[in-house]
């Protein structure tokens, strides 16, 4: 059984980084042909997808962010990670990771972490 959980600090200042990590057991990122997703969904406001990793390390980003987000991973540890640069309050909201199977199906989420922009 796959679980993903999500962690980071719950508050960033603006013009600063966010950084989240995703922790994944029951599988491993390195050897699945799965996509490893960031998705968050702001206040009021429907799911965002953000980008995902593949096994091989390959990336994609959403075109409204990708000049500000990074994902990366660290395999020794079966984790990946979300940077998002340059945070004002329009990104306040619950971050997810996701993994999806091959078909486009995303049953596999974590809780969810929420992260507030303020100063």
């Known amino acids: 059984q796959v679980q993903l959980q999500e962690s980071g600090p719950g508050l960033v200042k603006p013009l600063q980084t966010l950084s989240l990590t995703c922790t994944v057991s029951?599988?491993?990122?390195?050897?699945?042909?799965?996509?490893w997703h960031w998705i968050r969904q702001p206040p009021g406001k429907g799911l965002e997808w953000m980008g995902f990793?593949?096994?091989?390390?390959?990336?994609y980003y959403s075109p409204s962010l990708k000049s500000r987000t990074s994902i990366s991973r660290d395999t020794s540890k079966n984790q990946f990670t979300l940077q998002l640069s340059s945070v004002t309050p329009e990104d306040t909201a619950v971050y997810y990771c996701?993994?999806?199977?091959?078909?486009?199906?995303?049953?596999?989420w974590g809780q969810g972490t929420q992260v507030t922009v303020s100063s």
């Open positions: 996701s993994r999806e199977q091959p078909g486009g199906l995303y049953e596999n």
């Open positions: 990793i593949y096994y091989s390390g390959r990336t």
């Open positions: 029951g599988d491993s990122i390195a050897m699945s042909n799965y996509y």
